[in-house]
Protein backbone atom coordinates (compact mmCIF):
# COMPACT_ATOMS: atom_id res chain seq x y z
CA UNK A 1 0.00 0.00 0.00
CA UNK A 2 1.37 3.36 -1.00
CA UNK A 3 0.27 6.28 1.41
CA UNK A 4 0.57 9.82 0.71
CA UNK A 5 3.25 12.05 2.19
CA UNK A 6 1.83 15.46 3.12
CA UNK A 7 4.96 16.83 4.63
CA UNK A 8 7.17 16.25 1.44
CA UNK A 9 4.51 15.59 -1.43
CA UNK A 10 5.62 12.32 -2.26
CA UNK A 11 4.88 8.50 -1.71
CA UNK A 12 5.61 7.14 1.50
CA UNK A 13 5.42 3.72 3.45
CA UNK A 14 4.94 2.86 6.51
CA UNK A 15 7.79 1.35 8.45
CA UNK A 16 10.27 3.10 6.01
CA UNK A 17 13.34 5.58 6.60
CA UNK A 18 13.34 8.32 4.91
CA UNK A 19 16.15 11.39 4.68
CA UNK A 20 14.54 14.43 4.83
CA UNK A 21 16.93 17.36 4.70
CA UNK A 22 20.60 17.38 4.61
CA UNK A 23 22.28 20.61 5.65
CA UNK A 24 26.12 21.79 4.93
CA UNK A 25 28.03 24.15 6.08
CA UNK A 26 31.76 25.11 5.07
CA UNK A 27 31.49 21.58 3.83
CA UNK A 28 34.04 21.86 0.13
CA UNK A 29 32.47 23.97 -2.47
CA UNK A 30 29.08 23.95 -0.24
CA UNK A 31 29.44 27.43 2.34
CA UNK A 32 25.75 27.15 3.63
CA UNK A 33 22.76 24.86 1.81
CA UNK A 34 20.04 22.65 2.70
CA UNK A 35 18.89 19.75 0.19
CA UNK A 36 15.38 18.72 1.11
CA UNK A 37 14.38 15.37 0.01
CA UNK A 38 10.69 13.77 -0.55
CA UNK A 39 9.83 10.12 -0.37
CA UNK A 40 10.41 8.52 -4.01
CA UNK A 41 12.63 9.65 -6.45
CA UNK A 42 14.57 12.11 -5.71
CA UNK A 43 17.11 13.49 -8.77
CA UNK A 44 20.11 15.34 -8.46
CA UNK A 45 21.23 17.23 -11.45
CA UNK A 46 23.87 20.43 -12.29
CA UNK A 47 26.63 21.10 -14.28
CA UNK A 48 29.79 18.73 -14.04
CA UNK A 49 32.22 19.92 -11.24
CA UNK A 50 29.31 21.74 -9.47
CA UNK A 51 29.79 19.43 -6.55
CA UNK A 52 26.81 16.61 -6.76
CA UNK A 53 28.89 13.55 -5.75
CA UNK A 54 29.41 15.13 -2.48
CA UNK A 55 26.22 14.79 -1.36
CA UNK A 56 27.22 10.91 -1.52
CA UNK A 57 30.23 12.05 0.65
CA UNK A 58 28.47 14.39 3.39
CA UNK A 59 25.62 11.63 3.76
CA UNK A 60 28.68 9.09 4.18
CA UNK A 61 30.41 11.26 6.69
CA UNK A 62 27.12 11.67 8.37
CA UNK A 63 26.12 7.53 8.80
CA UNK A 64 28.99 7.55 10.67
CA UNK A 65 32.47 7.49 7.78
CA UNK A 66 35.99 8.49 8.06
CA UNK A 67 36.68 11.56 6.94
CA UNK A 68 39.37 14.66 7.76
CA UNK A 69 40.47 18.00 7.76
CA UNK A 70 39.95 17.95 3.56
CA UNK A 71 36.58 18.09 4.02
CA UNK A 72 36.72 22.01 5.55
CA UNK A 73 36.28 24.58 2.91
CA UNK A 74 39.33 26.62 2.59
CA UNK A 75 39.56 29.33 5.00
CA UNK A 76 37.18 27.83 7.54
CA UNK A 77 37.51 26.15 10.86
CA UNK A 78 34.82 23.92 11.11
CA UNK A 79 33.10 21.54 8.31
CA UNK A 80 28.96 20.66 9.38
CA UNK A 81 26.93 18.11 8.62
CA UNK A 82 23.54 17.68 9.86
CA UNK A 83 21.25 14.93 8.28
CA UNK A 84 17.76 14.60 9.66
CA UNK A 85 15.88 11.28 9.54
CA UNK A 86 12.35 9.97 9.64
CA UNK A 87 12.13 6.63 10.38
CA UNK A 88 9.86 3.92 11.35
CA UNK A 89 9.93 3.77 15.41
CA UNK A 90 10.35 0.02 15.20
CA UNK A 91 12.79 0.48 12.33
CA UNK A 92 15.99 -0.70 15.45
CA UNK A 93 16.23 -0.42 18.81
CA UNK A 94 18.67 2.02 18.47
CA UNK A 95 16.74 4.67 16.30
CA UNK A 96 13.57 3.94 18.74
CA UNK A 97 15.59 5.14 21.60
CA UNK A 98 16.75 8.60 19.19
CA UNK A 99 13.65 9.69 17.63
CA UNK A 100 12.98 13.28 19.00
CA UNK A 101 9.14 14.18 19.95
CA UNK A 102 8.54 14.90 16.20
CA UNK A 103 9.48 11.27 15.32
CA UNK A 104 12.98 12.73 14.18
CA UNK A 105 16.69 11.50 14.16
CA UNK A 106 18.82 14.16 13.58
CA UNK A 107 22.19 13.69 13.06
CA UNK A 108 24.92 16.04 13.07
CA UNK A 109 28.69 15.52 12.17
CA UNK A 110 31.17 17.94 12.74
CA UNK A 111 34.93 18.02 11.20
CA UNK A 112 37.13 20.78 13.39
CA UNK A 113 40.63 21.75 12.71
CA UNK A 114 42.56 21.85 16.02
CA UNK A 115 43.23 19.11 18.72
CA UNK A 116 39.47 18.09 19.23
CA UNK A 117 38.88 17.49 15.39
CA UNK A 118 34.92 17.38 15.94
CA UNK A 119 32.74 15.16 16.57
CA UNK A 120 29.20 13.50 16.20
CA UNK A 121 25.63 13.32 17.90
CA UNK A 122 21.83 12.58 17.49
CA UNK A 123 19.74 14.95 18.36
CA UNK A 124 21.95 17.11 20.59
CA UNK A 125 23.73 13.84 22.50
CA UNK A 126 26.98 12.87 21.81
CA UNK A 127 27.62 9.12 20.26
CA UNK A 128 29.92 7.15 18.37
CA UNK A 129 30.36 6.86 14.75
CA UNK A 130 29.89 2.84 14.92
CA UNK A 131 26.34 3.62 16.62
CA UNK A 132 25.36 5.63 13.60
CA UNK A 133 26.82 2.99 11.82
CA UNK A 134 24.77 0.19 13.30
CA UNK A 135 21.22 2.01 13.50
CA UNK A 136 21.08 3.29 9.95
CA UNK A 137 24.17 2.63 7.74
CA UNK A 138 21.93 -1.29 7.42
CA UNK A 139 18.99 0.79 6.12
CA UNK A 140 21.22 2.79 3.87
CA UNK A 141 22.47 1.41 0.21
CA UNK A 142 25.25 3.31 -1.55
CA UNK A 143 25.80 2.37 -5.32
CA UNK A 144 28.74 4.93 -6.29
CA UNK A 145 30.28 5.31 -9.82
CA UNK A 146 32.05 2.68 -9.29
CA UNK A 147 29.61 0.07 -7.75
CA UNK A 148 30.20 -2.75 -10.79
CA UNK A 149 34.26 -2.60 -9.58
CA UNK A 150 32.80 -3.57 -5.90
CA UNK A 151 31.03 -6.34 -7.61
CA UNK A 152 34.40 -7.98 -8.59
CA UNK A 153 34.66 -8.86 -4.33
CA UNK A 154 33.99 -12.23 -4.02
CA UNK A 155 32.67 -11.31 -0.47
CA UNK A 156 30.40 -8.95 -1.65
CA UNK A 157 29.18 -11.19 -4.41
CA UNK A 158 28.71 -13.80 -1.46
CA UNK A 159 27.06 -11.14 0.62
CA UNK A 160 24.57 -10.64 -2.21
CA UNK A 161 23.55 -14.17 -2.98
CA UNK A 162 22.57 -14.87 0.59
CA UNK A 163 20.69 -11.84 1.14
CA UNK A 164 18.89 -12.77 -1.98
CA UNK A 165 18.49 -16.47 -0.92
CA UNK A 166 17.89 -15.78 2.69
CA UNK A 167 20.66 -17.86 3.97
CA UNK A 168 21.50 -16.44 7.03
CA UNK A 169 20.71 -19.19 8.99
CA UNK A 170 22.90 -21.20 6.96
CA UNK A 171 25.36 -19.39 6.44
CA UNK A 172 25.57 -18.78 10.70
CA UNK A 173 25.68 -22.47 11.27
CA UNK A 174 28.16 -23.73 8.96
CA UNK A 175 30.36 -20.29 10.25
CA UNK A 176 29.99 -21.57 13.66
CA UNK A 177 31.29 -24.86 12.93
CA UNK A 178 33.72 -23.82 11.05
CA UNK A 179 35.03 -21.28 13.64
CA UNK A 180 34.84 -24.47 16.32
CA UNK A 181 36.79 -26.93 14.38
CA UNK A 182 38.87 -24.10 12.76
CA UNK A 183 39.77 -22.77 16.75
CA UNK A 184 40.76 -26.53 17.95
CA UNK A 185 42.74 -26.78 14.79
CA UNK A 186 44.79 -23.44 16.05
CA UNK A 187 45.65 -24.99 19.04
CA UNK A 188 47.44 -27.65 17.52
CA UNK A 189 49.45 -25.68 15.50
CA UNK A 190 50.00 -23.35 18.55
CA UNK A 191 53.63 -23.32 20.04
CA UNK A 192 54.33 -22.56 23.66
CA UNK A 193 54.18 -19.10 23.99
CA UNK A 194 51.16 -18.64 22.19
CA UNK A 195 49.66 -20.78 24.34
CA UNK A 196 50.92 -18.51 27.54
CA UNK A 197 49.22 -15.39 25.55
CA UNK A 198 45.98 -17.37 25.59
CA UNK A 199 46.18 -18.74 29.34
CA UNK A 200 46.94 -15.06 30.00
CA UNK A 201 44.33 -13.93 27.46
CA UNK A 202 41.35 -16.23 29.13
CA UNK A 203 42.30 -15.14 32.76
CA UNK A 204 41.53 -11.39 31.73
CA UNK A 205 38.51 -12.27 30.04
CA UNK A 206 37.12 -14.01 33.34
CA UNK A 207 38.46 -11.29 35.38
CA UNK A 208 36.70 -8.57 33.39
CA UNK A 209 33.60 -10.78 33.00
CA UNK A 210 33.75 -10.63 36.92
CA UNK A 211 33.87 -6.82 36.82
CA UNK A 212 30.60 -6.45 35.00
CA UNK A 213 28.69 -8.99 36.84
CA UNK A 214 29.62 -7.55 40.19
CA UNK A 215 28.63 -3.77 38.57
CA UNK A 216 24.97 -5.70 37.72
CA UNK A 217 24.50 -3.26 35.12
CA UNK A 218 20.55 -2.70 34.65
CA UNK A 219 19.18 -1.19 31.53
CA UNK A 220 15.57 -0.14 32.90
CA UNK A 221 17.78 1.72 35.64
CA UNK A 222 20.83 3.04 34.40
CA UNK A 223 19.84 3.78 31.02
CA UNK A 224 18.30 6.75 32.50
CA UNK A 225 20.92 7.63 35.30
CA UNK A 226 22.63 10.30 33.67
CA UNK A 227 19.34 11.98 33.46
CA UNK A 228 18.01 11.40 37.14
CA UNK A 229 21.57 12.88 38.28
CA UNK A 230 20.54 16.16 36.14
CA UNK A 231 17.45 16.01 37.43
CA UNK A 232 17.88 15.53 41.04
CA UNK A 233 21.39 18.06 41.19
CA UNK A 234 18.68 20.75 40.21
CA UNK A 235 15.75 19.32 41.98
CA UNK A 236 14.98 22.58 44.19
CA UNK A 237 14.55 24.32 40.67
CA UNK A 238 12.71 22.05 39.06
CA UNK A 239 10.45 21.57 41.88
CA UNK A 240 9.70 25.32 41.96
CA UNK A 241 9.14 25.89 38.30
CA UNK A 242 6.94 23.03 37.92
CA UNK A 243 4.95 24.52 40.76
CA UNK A 244 4.73 28.20 39.28
CA UNK A 245 3.78 26.61 36.32
CA UNK A 246 0.86 24.70 37.29
CA UNK A 247 -0.49 27.11 39.41
CA UNK A 248 -0.71 29.54 36.63
CA UNK A 249 -2.42 26.77 34.85
CA UNK A 250 -4.80 26.68 37.27
CA UNK A 251 -5.25 30.62 38.55
CA UNK A 252 -8.24 32.42 37.89
CA UNK A 253 -12.06 31.75 37.44
CA UNK A 254 -11.68 29.53 35.19
CA UNK A 255 -8.13 28.85 34.60
CA UNK A 256 -6.68 28.35 31.45
CA UNK A 257 -7.24 24.46 30.99
CA UNK A 258 -10.69 24.78 32.30
CA UNK A 259 -11.11 27.53 29.52
CA UNK A 260 -10.00 25.80 26.61
CA UNK A 261 -12.05 23.06 27.64
CA UNK A 262 -15.06 25.45 27.52
CA UNK A 263 -14.12 26.95 24.27
CA UNK A 264 -13.84 23.45 22.77
CA UNK A 265 -17.04 22.43 23.78
CA UNK A 266 -18.66 26.03 22.39
CA UNK A 267 -17.04 25.42 18.99
CA UNK A 268 -18.07 21.65 18.71
CA UNK A 269 -21.60 22.27 18.90
CA UNK A 270 -21.40 23.85 15.40
CA UNK A 271 -18.30 21.82 14.26
CA UNK A 272 -20.61 20.32 11.74
CA UNK A 273 -21.64 23.09 9.96
CA UNK A 274 -18.22 25.24 9.36
CA UNK A 275 -15.08 23.02 8.07
CA UNK A 276 -13.42 26.08 8.96
CA UNK A 277 -14.61 25.65 12.69
CA UNK A 278 -14.37 22.22 12.98
CA UNK A 279 -10.64 22.83 12.05
CA UNK A 280 -10.30 25.21 15.14
CA UNK A 281 -12.00 22.78 17.83
CA UNK A 282 -9.87 19.99 16.52
CA UNK A 283 -6.76 22.71 17.64
CA UNK A 284 -8.54 23.49 20.72
CA UNK A 285 -9.36 20.20 21.76
CA UNK A 286 -5.35 18.77 21.12
CA UNK A 287 -4.55 22.23 22.98
CA UNK A 288 -6.63 21.40 25.97
CA UNK A 289 -5.30 17.62 26.08
CA UNK A 290 -1.86 18.71 26.05
CA UNK A 291 -2.61 21.30 28.63
CA UNK A 292 -4.21 18.45 30.85
CA UNK A 293 -1.46 16.16 30.21
CA UNK A 294 1.49 19.23 31.26
CA UNK A 295 -0.78 19.77 34.16
CA UNK A 296 -0.54 16.54 35.50
CA UNK A 297 3.19 15.93 34.84
CA UNK A 298 3.59 18.92 36.67
CA UNK A 299 1.72 18.41 39.58
CA UNK A 300 3.34 15.03 40.09
CA UNK A 301 6.95 15.84 39.95
CA UNK A 302 6.30 18.58 42.68
CA UNK A 303 5.00 15.75 44.94
CA UNK A 304 7.77 13.00 43.44
CA UNK A 305 10.88 14.70 42.77
CA UNK A 306 13.00 14.05 45.58
CA UNK A 307 16.39 15.60 46.42
CA UNK A 308 17.92 13.46 49.18
CA UNK A 309 21.33 14.06 49.43
CA UNK A 310 22.54 10.37 49.94
CA UNK A 311 20.63 8.72 47.21
CA UNK A 312 22.16 11.51 44.80
CA UNK A 313 25.63 10.56 46.24
CA UNK A 314 24.76 7.00 45.60
CA UNK A 315 23.41 7.79 41.98
CA UNK A 316 26.61 9.71 41.26
CA UNK A 317 29.12 6.91 42.34
CA UNK A 318 27.37 4.22 40.64
CA UNK A 319 27.69 6.30 37.12
CA UNK A 320 31.26 6.83 38.23
CA UNK A 321 32.09 3.74 38.73
CA UNK A 322 29.80 2.42 35.49
CA UNK A 323 32.10 4.59 33.17
CA UNK A 324 35.23 3.83 34.97
CA UNK A 325 34.74 0.45 33.96
CA UNK A 326 33.32 1.40 30.83
CA UNK A 327 36.42 3.09 29.82
CA UNK A 328 38.84 -0.36 31.17
CA UNK A 329 36.61 -1.81 28.65
CA UNK A 330 36.33 0.59 25.94
CA UNK A 331 33.01 0.68 25.52
CA UNK A 332 29.70 2.69 26.22
CA UNK A 333 28.23 2.40 29.55
CA UNK A 334 25.02 1.07 27.36
CA UNK A 335 27.26 -1.06 25.61
CA UNK A 336 28.19 -3.34 29.16
CA UNK A 337 25.80 -6.05 27.96
CA UNK A 338 26.94 -6.95 24.64
CA UNK A 339 30.56 -6.75 25.80
CA UNK A 340 29.86 -9.52 28.34
CA UNK A 341 28.01 -11.56 25.76
CA UNK A 342 31.45 -11.30 23.68
CA UNK A 343 33.45 -12.19 26.88
CA UNK A 344 31.28 -15.70 27.31
CA UNK A 345 31.68 -16.47 23.60
CA UNK A 346 35.29 -15.59 23.83
CA UNK A 347 36.05 -17.39 27.22
CA UNK A 348 33.91 -20.56 25.64
CA UNK A 349 36.49 -20.25 23.18
CA UNK A 350 39.43 -20.34 25.02
CA UNK A 351 38.97 -22.29 27.88
CA UNK A 352 39.78 -25.49 25.33
CA UNK A 353 43.73 -24.47 25.06
CA UNK A 354 45.05 -26.26 28.39
CA UNK A 355 43.66 -29.36 26.96
CA UNK A 356 46.06 -32.18 25.86
CA UNK A 357 47.14 -32.62 22.54
CA UNK A 358 45.64 -35.83 22.11
CA UNK A 359 42.12 -34.46 23.71
CA UNK A 360 42.26 -31.65 21.57
CA UNK A 361 42.62 -33.63 17.66
CA UNK A 362 39.78 -35.80 18.89
CA UNK A 363 37.64 -33.22 19.25
CA UNK A 364 38.86 -32.05 15.78
CA UNK A 365 37.97 -35.17 14.38
CA UNK A 366 34.53 -34.88 15.86
CA UNK A 367 33.94 -30.86 14.48
CA UNK A 368 35.31 -31.87 10.77
CA UNK A 369 32.13 -33.57 10.08
CA UNK A 370 30.07 -31.18 11.20
CA UNK A 371 31.42 -28.13 9.23
CA UNK A 372 31.42 -30.75 5.99
CA UNK A 373 28.02 -31.15 6.72
CA UNK A 374 26.93 -27.48 7.35
CA UNK A 375 29.49 -25.85 4.46
CA UNK A 376 27.66 -29.16 1.82
CA UNK A 377 24.19 -27.44 2.53
CA UNK A 378 25.43 -24.44 2.32
CA UNK A 379 26.49 -24.65 -0.97
CA UNK A 380 23.36 -27.07 -2.45
CA UNK A 381 20.96 -23.78 -0.72
CA UNK A 382 23.54 -21.04 -2.97
CA UNK A 383 23.51 -23.08 -6.29
CA UNK A 384 19.22 -23.01 -6.03
CA UNK A 385 19.44 -19.36 -4.80
CA UNK A 386 21.94 -18.83 -7.90
CA UNK A 387 19.97 -20.24 -10.23
CA UNK A 388 17.01 -18.22 -8.99
CA UNK A 389 19.12 -14.55 -8.96
CA UNK A 390 20.35 -14.75 -12.53
CA UNK A 391 17.07 -15.51 -13.62
CA UNK A 392 15.36 -12.57 -12.04
CA UNK A 393 18.91 -10.47 -13.15
CA UNK A 394 18.30 -11.39 -16.88
CA UNK A 395 14.86 -10.06 -16.70
CA UNK A 396 15.84 -6.86 -14.97
CA UNK A 397 18.79 -6.49 -17.59
CA UNK A 398 16.03 -6.73 -20.67
CA UNK A 399 13.92 -4.56 -19.41
CA UNK A 400 16.88 -1.94 -19.24
CA UNK A 401 17.32 -2.60 -23.29
CA UNK A 402 20.32 -5.42 -22.47
CA UNK A 403 17.65 -8.27 -23.68
CA UNK A 404 20.76 -10.44 -24.88
CA UNK A 405 22.30 -10.05 -22.33
CA UNK A 406 23.58 -12.94 -20.13
CA UNK A 407 23.94 -13.19 -16.31
CA UNK A 408 25.15 -16.32 -14.31
CA UNK A 409 26.77 -17.39 -11.00
CA UNK A 410 29.03 -19.91 -11.20
CA UNK A 411 30.55 -21.41 -8.72
CA UNK A 412 33.95 -23.32 -7.95
CA UNK A 413 34.57 -25.72 -4.94
CA UNK A 414 37.16 -25.53 -2.85
CA UNK A 415 36.56 -28.84 -1.04
CA UNK A 416 33.83 -31.77 -2.11
CA UNK A 417 32.97 -35.09 -0.95
CA UNK A 418 35.56 -37.54 -1.24
CA UNK A 419 38.42 -35.25 -0.37
CA UNK A 420 40.43 -35.21 2.67
CA UNK A 421 38.34 -33.78 5.47
CA UNK A 422 41.37 -32.45 7.33
CA UNK A 423 41.99 -30.13 3.93
CA UNK A 424 38.08 -28.74 4.56
CA UNK A 425 39.72 -25.62 7.24
CA UNK A 426 41.51 -24.35 4.07
CA UNK A 427 38.05 -23.57 2.76
CA UNK A 428 37.99 -20.36 4.47
CA UNK A 429 35.18 -18.70 6.61
CA UNK A 430 32.54 -18.08 3.38
CA UNK A 431 31.90 -21.08 2.45
CA UNK A 432 33.20 -24.51 0.48
CA UNK A 433 32.79 -22.51 -2.77
CA UNK A 434 34.12 -19.55 -4.59
CA UNK A 435 31.03 -17.72 -6.06
CA UNK A 436 31.80 -15.26 -9.58
CA UNK A 437 29.34 -13.13 -11.16
CA UNK A 438 29.40 -13.62 -14.88
CA UNK A 439 28.13 -11.67 -17.41
CA UNK A 440 28.28 -12.17 -21.18
CA UNK A 441 26.61 -8.72 -22.37
CA UNK A 442 26.41 -9.93 -26.17
CA UNK A 443 25.12 -13.33 -28.25
CA UNK A 444 28.12 -15.67 -28.78
CA UNK A 445 30.59 -13.76 -26.23
CA UNK A 446 32.21 -16.26 -23.41
CA UNK A 447 31.02 -14.82 -19.97
CA UNK A 448 33.72 -12.93 -17.62
CA UNK A 449 33.38 -11.33 -14.54
CA UNK A 450 31.42 -8.06 -14.46
CA UNK A 451 33.53 -5.80 -13.74
CA UNK A 452 35.80 -6.68 -16.48
CA UNK A 453 33.60 -7.65 -18.55
CA UNK A 454 30.95 -4.38 -20.07
CA UNK A 455 31.39 -1.46 -20.51
CA UNK A 456 30.66 1.60 -18.09
CA UNK A 457 26.98 1.93 -19.23
CA UNK A 458 26.49 -1.69 -19.21
CA UNK A 459 27.94 -2.13 -16.29
CA UNK A 460 26.16 0.73 -14.65
CA UNK A 461 23.09 -1.06 -15.72
CA UNK A 462 24.29 -4.48 -14.40
CA UNK A 463 24.82 -2.95 -11.01
CA UNK A 464 21.35 -1.85 -11.28
CA UNK A 465 19.78 -4.78 -12.66
CA UNK A 466 21.16 -6.90 -9.35
CA UNK A 467 19.97 -4.31 -7.14
CA UNK A 468 16.35 -4.38 -8.68
CA UNK A 469 16.49 -8.43 -8.36
CA UNK A 470 17.32 -7.99 -4.41
CA UNK A 471 14.71 -5.84 -4.27
CA UNK A 472 12.02 -7.81 -2.49
CA UNK A 473 14.49 -9.34 -0.20
CA UNK A 474 17.02 -7.34 0.46
CA UNK A 475 15.50 -3.79 -0.04
CA UNK A 476 17.24 -0.48 2.47
CA UNK A 477 14.77 2.05 3.02
CA UNK A 478 17.49 4.78 1.54
CA UNK A 479 19.00 3.85 -1.97
CA UNK A 480 22.04 6.82 -2.72
CA UNK A 481 22.77 5.97 -6.70
CA UNK A 482 25.93 8.60 -7.73
CA UNK A 483 25.78 8.54 -11.36
CA UNK A 484 24.46 4.47 -11.91
CA UNK A 485 23.68 6.12 -15.26
CA UNK A 486 27.41 6.66 -16.10
CA UNK A 487 27.81 5.83 -20.10
CA UNK A 488 23.89 4.94 -20.75
CA UNK A 489 22.74 7.44 -23.84
CA UNK A 490 19.65 8.85 -24.07
CA UNK A 491 17.67 5.85 -25.89
CA UNK A 492 18.12 3.76 -22.99
CA UNK A 493 17.51 6.82 -20.07
CA UNK A 494 13.21 5.90 -20.68
CA UNK A 495 13.80 2.65 -19.70
CA UNK A 496 16.31 3.25 -16.37
CA UNK A 497 14.05 6.35 -15.31
CA UNK A 498 10.92 3.73 -15.57
CA UNK A 499 13.14 1.08 -13.56
CA UNK A 500 14.07 3.83 -11.03
CA UNK A 501 10.40 4.86 -10.49
CA UNK A 502 9.70 1.28 -9.77
CA UNK A 503 11.82 0.78 -7.13
CA UNK A 504 11.24 3.96 -5.83
CA UNK A 505 7.35 3.06 -4.79
CA UNK A 506 9.08 0.83 -1.62
CA UNK A 507 11.88 2.77 -0.94
CA UNK A 508 13.52 6.33 -0.94
CA UNK A 509 15.88 6.65 -3.82
CA UNK A 510 17.74 9.59 -4.44
CA UNK A 511 20.13 9.59 -7.71
CA UNK A 512 23.04 11.54 -9.20
CA UNK A 513 21.81 12.36 -12.75
CA UNK A 514 23.32 14.19 -15.83
CA UNK A 515 19.95 12.27 -17.75
CA UNK A 516 17.01 13.99 -18.73
CA UNK A 517 15.01 10.96 -19.12
CA UNK A 518 15.58 10.21 -15.22
CA UNK A 519 15.18 13.41 -13.96
CA UNK A 520 11.86 13.70 -15.99
CA UNK A 521 10.66 10.80 -13.38
CA UNK A 522 11.52 11.88 -10.52
CA UNK A 523 8.56 13.34 -7.32
CA UNK A 524 11.93 15.84 -6.36
CA UNK A 525 14.07 17.56 -8.47
CA UNK A 526 17.07 18.84 -6.86
CA UNK A 527 19.85 21.30 -9.07
CA UNK A 528 23.50 21.76 -7.31
CA UNK A 529 24.75 25.40 -9.13
CA UNK A 530 27.83 26.76 -8.94
CA UNK A 531 28.84 30.01 -8.62
CA UNK A 532 32.21 32.55 -8.58
CA UNK A 533 32.00 35.38 -6.00
CA UNK A 534 34.48 37.66 -4.94
CA UNK A 535 37.08 35.03 -6.26
CA UNK A 536 36.05 32.01 -4.50
CA UNK A 537 33.77 28.93 -6.12
CA UNK A 538 30.74 28.24 -4.31
CA UNK A 539 28.41 25.83 -4.83
CA UNK A 540 24.41 26.10 -4.28
CA UNK A 541 21.31 23.67 -4.76
CA UNK A 542 18.04 24.69 -5.75
CA UNK A 543 14.54 23.00 -5.67
CA UNK A 544 13.11 23.00 -9.01
CA UNK A 545 9.53 22.98 -9.75
CA UNK A 546 7.22 24.41 -12.69
CA UNK A 547 8.85 26.61 -15.31
CA UNK A 548 12.81 26.33 -13.64
CA UNK A 549 12.46 22.58 -13.64
CA UNK A 550 11.35 22.79 -17.76
CA UNK A 551 14.44 24.80 -18.18
CA UNK A 552 16.74 22.49 -16.23
CA UNK A 553 14.99 19.43 -18.08
CA UNK A 554 15.67 21.37 -20.83
CA UNK A 555 19.41 22.23 -20.21
CA UNK A 556 20.00 18.62 -19.46
CA UNK A 557 18.91 17.99 -23.35
CA UNK A 558 21.01 20.20 -24.96
CA UNK A 559 23.16 22.14 -22.05
CA UNK A 560 23.01 26.05 -21.72
CA UNK A 561 22.18 26.59 -25.42
CA UNK A 562 18.20 25.31 -24.50
CA UNK A 563 16.09 26.84 -27.36
CA UNK A 564 12.32 26.54 -28.03
CA UNK A 565 12.68 23.10 -29.40
CA UNK A 566 14.47 21.25 -26.60
CA UNK A 567 12.31 23.51 -24.28
CA UNK A 568 9.47 21.65 -26.26
CA UNK A 569 11.15 18.22 -25.68
CA UNK A 570 11.47 19.00 -22.07
CA UNK A 571 7.47 19.14 -21.62
CA UNK A 572 6.71 16.28 -23.12
CA UNK A 573 9.26 14.45 -21.29
CA UNK A 574 8.14 15.69 -18.06
CA UNK A 575 4.97 14.82 -19.14
CA UNK A 576 5.50 11.55 -20.18
CA UNK A 577 7.38 11.05 -16.99
CA UNK A 578 4.33 12.32 -15.10
CA UNK A 579 1.65 9.98 -16.93
CA UNK A 580 3.93 6.82 -16.57
CA UNK A 581 4.19 7.74 -12.78
CA UNK A 582 0.67 7.66 -12.74
CA UNK A 583 0.00 4.64 -14.44
CA UNK A 584 2.52 2.43 -12.50
CA UNK A 585 1.38 3.99 -8.99
CA UNK A 586 -2.31 3.59 -9.89
Known amino acids: MVLTDKVNNGPRWPGQLVLERLRLQNFLLFEQVEFAFSAGLNAVSGETGAGKSLVAKALGLALGGRGGHDIIRSGCDEAVIEAVFRPDAAASPELAAWLDQDGRVTV ?28 LAPLVDFAAQNEHMRLADPAYQVHLLDAYGRLEAAVERYQAAFRKADGLARRLQAGRQERELVRLRLERAREELADIDRAGYDASED ?33 PVDALAAAWKLLKKMAAVSPRLAEAAADLEQAMELAESALGKLTGM ?33 ALPSVRDK ?11 DAGEDEVRAR ?43 FLVDFEPLWEEGMPLDDILSAGLSGLDGVNFFLSPNPGEAPSAVAGAVSGGEASRAVLAIKAALSEVYRPDLMFLDEV ?15 LDEMARSRQIIVITHLPQIASYADNHLKVTKAVRKGRTSAGVEHLTGEARVQEVASMIHGSGANEVTIRQAREMLADGAHGKKERHD
Open 364 to 406: LAEELPRVAEAGLALGRRRRDAAKRLAKAVNRELAGLGMEQAG
Open 485 to 499: DAGVGARLGRELGMK
Open 108 to 135: RRSVRRGRDGGGLGVNGKAVTAGAVRSA
Open 302 to 334: VGDLDADPQRLDAMIGRSEMLKALARRLECEVA
Open 223 to 255: ATLEDDIREMSNAAGIVRAAAEAAARLEAGEPG
Open 343 to 353: LLLEIEDLSGW
